[in-house]
C-alpha cells in the first residue's frame, strides 16, 4: 500500500480531477486499498467538515473555483508589468486565487483599485490560478459610434453611419489605430466634449470595407435601431448589483440541476433534473425541475435597469455578437446559472405519469447551484454510449433520468400533436476574421429536443398556475389561420394530390397528416413551405387565446428572463402571485401591459428582420466570388416580378426576375402562388426544384440575382434570334387570355 496521501495532496488531485473524485476513483489515484480505505474516509470526512471539500452524491468537488465571468479588483503588477487582480466576490475557505489579466491593445490602461469585469480561465503550471480578459471597466460607459474613417493631415474624423447622428467626430493621430480612409471603424468618446468644438474619440476597432462581412451585423443593428449601448444610469445600477442571499429563499443547493446550452452559449438561464417519481398513486411518473435565473430579484419595476430591458424588448443574436437585453454585469454574471455557484432562480418542481401528463406543479423561490454546465452535444454522446470525462459521474444519477422523463413526455407530445413542420435551420458558421467559413444544417439531437419539452411544460405550468390565481400575465399566443390562407393552403395541396380536411374546425393534427402525406415525396418542401406561409406570427398579449403552433389552450414564456422582457414580466406575476416580496408586478406594470405587450412584440420582428438581413448579408458576401455558377434550390415564393429561391447548399435566398424566368410571358396567379408561361403552359410554384445560374452577389445589400437554367429537371426553353432574357414583344391582353385558358385545363387535369 501507498504512503496515505495529505489532504493537500487530497484537494489538489480533487481539484486537477474535478470528474475522478470519487472516493474510489482518490483511493485508485494513490493506490489505497483494504482497510486503509477507512483511513481516506475519515480524511475526506474531516475535509468536508472543515470547508475545504463538498460531498454531492458520490462525488466531491473543490468548491475554491471562480465562474466563468467574476468582478476583479486591480491589485497592482509584477516586476514584468503584468498586471495582477483579485475576485471581488470569492465564494471558497481557502487563500484568494490570483488573476492575470491578459489585455488587448484596444483595452483601455489600467491601474491598482479598478474594478472590472473580467472573462476568466483557469491555467495551470503558473504563479497565477487564472488569466482575465477584460470585459469592461466597471463605472465607465464611453459613448461609442459606428463610421466610416476619413483621414485628415493630423489624425481624421468619423462620420456616423447612424443618420440620427449628424455630428463628425475627430480622431486624434494617436488615437487612429492604423485606420485607413474610408474604412468602417468603431470608436469611443474620449475626454469631455468641447462646448464649441466636436466629440473626440478613439478607435476600438477596425471593421475594414463596410461591405465586408465583419461590418454587415453593426450596419443591421443601427439600420433597425436597436440600441447597442447602455445608458450610464443602467450601467450604474448593474455595477451596483451583489449576489441574492438565502434569506427568503428555499434551498436547493444539494439538488443536481445541470445547464444543457450550445457549446457557444453566451449564457445560462435555465437548469433541469428529473428523477422517478416516488409517489405509489403514480407508477412509471417522473417529477422535473426546472430552474431559471431569478431576474427579477435585480431588475426592478421603475429602476432605470427595468426601463431599458424594457425598451429593448429582447436581447438580438446575430454571427458574430448579441445585442443582449441587460448588461454584461448580469448576462453574463450574476443571472448566469455557472457551474458550482451558488445563483438565486425561480424553479417549478413538475410531476407527470407515465404518458407524460403533468399531474401537478409548485413554484419555488430558491438558491440553486449547478452541478454542471453541458452542451448538447456532449450529452447525447453519453446518452449513445459515449459519455466524456464530465458526462460519465451524472450518467446513472442525472443524465439517463432526463432521458427517461424525455421518452414521457415524447407521448404527450404525440398525442396533442404540435404542428409538425420540417424547415431544417442553417446556421452561418464565421472565421476568426468575421468571413463567412461555412454554412451548416443547425443540429437537431434529441437533447435540443428535451430541453425544448421541458422548457415548453415549465411555461404551461407558469400560464395555469397565474391563470388559477387570476393573475395579470402575458401570454404568448399563437392564433389559428385565416379562412384565405387555409385556402390558398387547401389548393397547393390538392394541385399535388393531397387532401386538407375541409368544414370542421381545424386542428394542427389536421395539417400534420396533411404534412405527413407530403413527406418524402417531391412535394414535400412545397407542402412545408405554404403550410408556414399560412400560419399567423405569434405575439404577445395579455389576453389568453391560446396557442395554436403548439396545440396549448394556455401559454406563456417565462424560461429565458435574461434575453425577453416578456419572461421577465412573467417571473414578477408569479412573484406577486405567491406574495415573495416587494419586486413583484406592480399595480403601473398591470395597467400597462397591452401597451408592453404591443412594445415587445414589435421589438422581437425588429430583431428578427435584422438578424435575417445580416445572415442574407454574410450569405450573399459568401456567393460573391461565385458568380456565374450553377446551384441546386427549390422555389420559395412567388411574387408579379418573378420568383424566390433558396439555394440548397447554403439556404440562401434569391430572386428570379421576371425577365430572367424565360422566353415567354409569365401570368402571376396570387390565389395559388404560381406563375404561368403562356406559350408553353409551364407552371412555377412554390417547392418544385430548379437550377440557377448565379448572376449577382452585393453583399452592401444581401441581394441575390439569379438566372433560371431548369426546372423539375427539364430544360427552359432557349431564345431563337433573341437577346437572352428579353421575352417576346406579345400583346399583353393576348398572352393573359391564353394563360388563362392553360392555368384552367391544368385545374381540370389536377382534378381528374
Known sequence: MNQMPSKDEILQWVTDNPTLASKRDIAKAFGIKGAARIDLKRILRELEA???LEKRKKTFRNPDRLPPVAVLEVAGSTPDGDLLARPLEWQGEGAE?????????????????????????????????????????????????????????????????DKGQGLEWMVDAAHTGDAREGELVEAEQIGRRDRMGLPRARILSRLGDPSAPRAVSLIAIHQHGIPDDFPDAV????DAMVPAGLKGREDLRDLPLVTIDPSDAR????????????????????????????????????????????????????????VPMLPDRLSGDLCSLHEG????????????DEFGEKIGQSFHRAMMRSAASLNYREVQAAMDGAPNEVCAPLMEDVIAPLYAAYEALKIARANRQPLDLDLPERKVILSEDGKVQSVNFTERLDAHKLIEEFMVLANVAAAETLAARKSPLLYRVHEEPSVEKLDALREVAEAAGLVLAKGQVLKTSHINALLHGAAGTDHAEQINMSTLRAMTQAYYSPSNFS???????AYAHFTSPIRRYSDLVVHRALISAHGWGDDGLSAAEVEQLEATAQHISETERRSMMAERDTND????????????????GRISGVTSFGAFVRLDET????????????????????????????????????????????AEAVPVTGGIALELISVDGKAMPQPRGRGRGKPPQRRLGAAKKKAAKVRKKVERTRRS
Not at 450601467?235 to 448593474?238: G, L, P, S
Request: hydrophobic share 40%; proline share 6%; net charge negative.
Open 547 to 553: 396557442h395554436f403552433g403548439l396545440a396549448l389552450l
Open 235 to 238: 450601467i450604474a445600477e448593474a
Open 267 to 322: 449564457d445560462h438561464d435555465d437548469a433541469c433534473y428529473a428523477h422517478a417519481d416516488d409517489d405509489p398513486h403514480n407508477p412509471g411518473g417522473h417529477v422535473i425541475w426546472v430552474a431559471i435565473a431569478d431576474v427579477a430579484h435585480y431588475v426592478t419595476p421603475g429602476s432605470a435597469l427595468d426601463a431599458e430591458a424594457r425598451n429593448r424588448g429582447n436581447s438580438s443574436y446575430f454571427p458574430d455578437r448579441v
Open 341 to 352: 455557484v451558488p445563483r438565486a432562480c425561480i424553479a417549478v418542481r413538475m410531476r407527470i
Open 50 to 52: 472543515e470547508g475545504h
Open 651 to 694: 439556404g440562401a435566398d434569391g430572386l428570379i426576375p421576371m425577365r430572367n424566368l424565360g422566353h415567354e410571358y409569365f401570368v402571376f396567379d396570387a390565389d395559388s402562388a404560381s406563375l404561368t408561361g403562356s406559350d408553353s403552359g409551364r407552371i412555377i410554384t412554390l417547392g418544385q426544384p430548379v437550377t440557377v445560374k448565379l
Open 617 to 632: 448579408r454574410y450569405l450573399a458576401a459568401f456567393l460573391s466570388e461565385r458568380v456565374g455558377e450553377e446551384f441546386s
Open 97 to 161: 486565487p490570483v488573476v492575470m489579466l491578459v489585455l488587448r491593445a484596444a483595452d483601455p490602461a489600467l491601474g491598482a483599485g479598478d474594478r472590472i469585469l473580467a472573462k476568466l480561465q483557469e491555467v495551470r503550471g503558473e504563479p497565477h490560478q487564472y488569466e482575465g480578459r477584460l470585459i469592461r471597466r466597471i463605472g465607465s460607459n464611453p459613448l461609442k459610434v459606428l463610421g466610416i474613417f476619413r483621414k485628415g493631415a493630423e489624425g481624421g474624423r468619423i462620420v456616423p453611419i
